[in-house]
Nanobody, 119 residues
Framework: QVQLVESGGGLVQAGGSLRLSCAAS????????LGWYRQAPGKGRENVAR????????YYADSVKGRFTISRDKANNTMYLQMNSLKPEDTAVYYC????????????WGQGTQVTVSS
């Protein structure tokens, strides 16, 4: 089992920045990837970014490339999402998820944190 707890969401004006954190606990040695997903009202879930827990390689959705940066602190079992140049369309609930399968499948999810960007 892996437990995930997100923090750092909030309300920010367009053009502003936020940093999300995802603290992992439990069987963290079984993690292959940690990912950030988001879901806006009435929309499907989008994989915003992911990071290979071991080697640190990253992936970004086109919608956030150049504005968001994913990183991890293995010593503290924490992942971050630095979000800059935020846009109203970034408004969503952001979730972190853990892949313990190695096949980009995510059986473990956090409870989510709300990010609201005002125009």
């Amino acid at each position: 089992q892996v437990q995930l707890v997100e923090s750092g969401g909030g309300l920010v004006q367009a053009g502003g920045s936020l940093r999300l954190s995802c603290a992992a606990s439990g069987r963290t040695f079984s993690i292959y990837y940690l990912g950030w997903y988001r879901q806006a009202p009435g929309k499907g879930r989008e994989n915003v970014a992911r990071i290979n827990w071991s080697v640190g390689s990253t992936y970004y959705a086109d919608s956030v490339k150049g504005r968001f940066t994913i990183s991890r602190d293995k010593a503290n079992n924490t992942m971050y999402l630095q979000m800059n140049s935020l846009k109203p369309e970034d408004t969503a609930v952001y979730y972190c998820a853990a892949d313990t399968t190695g096949r980009l499948q995510y059986p473990y999810w956090g409870q989510g944190t709300q990010v609201t960007v005002s125009s």
